[in-house]
């Protein structure tokens, strides 16, 4: 064989291989439904409310009591990224849309001391207590791997680009 049919030989099996992997290469955009399904704003408080949801904060140390409504609506999210903080760990930057503004504001400075509890496939990933109102962008801090990091900023954004 020669040298040039072997490389091709090889760039067809690396392309060849790469297909059957999954989440290689691909990306799709999901459904509103998907996404609300991975990620959700709720409020939430430390003690216990008549039939909100009990959970355990990341660290499993606290429960708290998690609104089962959402309070925000994914659609008044503009963009999001994965940011790195003074720290050098991951975070997630998010900016809303100006609909996304005024009630995010609304929703924050009428709920001051509860939480924002921030939920990723049903899981409570962070729930800041809301020391004031917010406006036009958030970062979410948290004990995150970059991958996780990168996973809750592509639901975000509403695509698919992880293996679930």
Do not use: C
């Amino acid at each position: 064989m020669t040298k040039s049919l072997i490389k091709n030989v090889s760039l067809m099996t690396v392309a060849a291989a790469m297909t059957f992997l999954p989440g290689v290469g691909k990306s799709h955009t999901v459904s509103a439904q998907e996404i609300q399904n991975r990620v959700s704003f709720q409020l939430a408080v430390d003690t216990e409310e008549p039939n909100w949801k009990a959970t355990l904060l990341p660290d499993g140390k606290q429960t708290i009591y998690v609104d089962p409504e959402p309070s925000f609506d994914m659609q008044q999210i503009a963009k999001a990224a994965v940011i790195s903080t003074d720290e050098g760990r991951p975070a997630i930057s998010i900016e809303f849309t100006e609909t996304g503004s005024e009630r995010l504001e609304k929703l924050t400075s009428e709920n001051t001391g509860k939480r924002l509890a921030i939920l990723f496939n049903g899981k409570v990933i962070q729930a800041p207590k809301i020391a004031g109102a917010m406006g036009k962008r958030a970062v979410i801090h948290g004990n995150f791997t970059i991958q996780q990091a990168v996973q809750v900023t592509h639901a975000l954004n509403g695509t698919d680009r992880f293996m679930p």
